[in-house]
T-cell receptor
């Protein structure tokens, strides 16, 4: 089965360090989402792309977060500088943009801990 | 903005019994999709079942079925013949019908299965 691949699976780093999370969407999927999961806020959208173009990044703190799709097989989410409140699980998901009940397929997430 | 509410933070069920998880949502749209995702301790997000709002017939997937009440904006999940492997967090999610747009999630219900 095709899967969304996220790396790293876990990341522990100190406050102030740069963090880069990577996502390889399922081949052929043209829509990529970044979600963040915390105990307090639950699952919330950070940003999403269609055909590599950003459509909505209103969920991201712009001063420290950035999301890009250098090519169709790679999406990145960067945090610089990182803060303890960024500790969370970050999920990437991908899907087709066609209408209909096309599901989003999720990666296994990156568990980020900022000390 | 659309919202999804899961009013049961935790539920428990005896093995082989039936349990129903509740979900309500708020939207002004007439065409949309609803989903239930399962998140076991491994933290994968697994699609359990989906429902198109324009369909009156409730979706079923093996032991999982939904009770979709469009007028009441209610979308409950019924798990029949519960198994130990059903123990997980369950998230209800909403998506507008305009291509593959972001999911709006509820806060989740933690389901325990008692042997």
């Amino acid at each position: 089965d095709a899967r969304v691949t996220q790396t790293p699976r876990h990341k522990v780093t100190e406050m102030g360090q740069e963090v880069t999370m990577r996502c390889q969407p399922i081949l052929g999927h043209n829509t990529v989402f970044w979600y963040r999961q915390t105990m307090m806020q639950g699952l919330e959208l950070l940003a999403y792309f269609r055909n590599r173009a950003p459509l909505d990044d209103s969920g991201m703190p712009k001063d420290r977060f950035s999301a890009e799709m250098p090519d169709a097989t790679l999406a990145t989410l960067k945090i610089q500088p990182s803060e303890p409140r960024d500790s969370a699980v970050y999920f990437c998901a991908s899907g087709f943009s066609s209408r209909g009940a096309q599901p989003q397929h999720f990666g296994d997430g990156t568990r980020l801990s900022i000390l | 903005a659309q919202t999804v509410t899961q009013s049961q933070p935790e539920m428990s069920v005896q093995e082989a019994e039936t349990v129903t998880l509740s979900c309500t949502y708020d939207t002004s749209e007439s065409d949309y999709y609803l989903f239930w995702y399962k998140q076991p301790p491994s933290r994968q997000m697994i699609l359990v079942i989906r429902q198109e709002a324009y369909k009156q017939q409730n979706a079923t997937e093996n032991r999982f079925s939904v009770n979709f009440q469009k007028a009441a904006k209610s979308f409950s999940l019924k798990i029949s013949d519960s198994q130990l492997g059903d123990a997980a967090m369950y998230f209800c999610a909403y998506r507008a019908n305009s291509g593959n747009t972001p999911l709006v999630f509820g806060k989740g219900t933690r389901l325990s299965v008692i042997a």
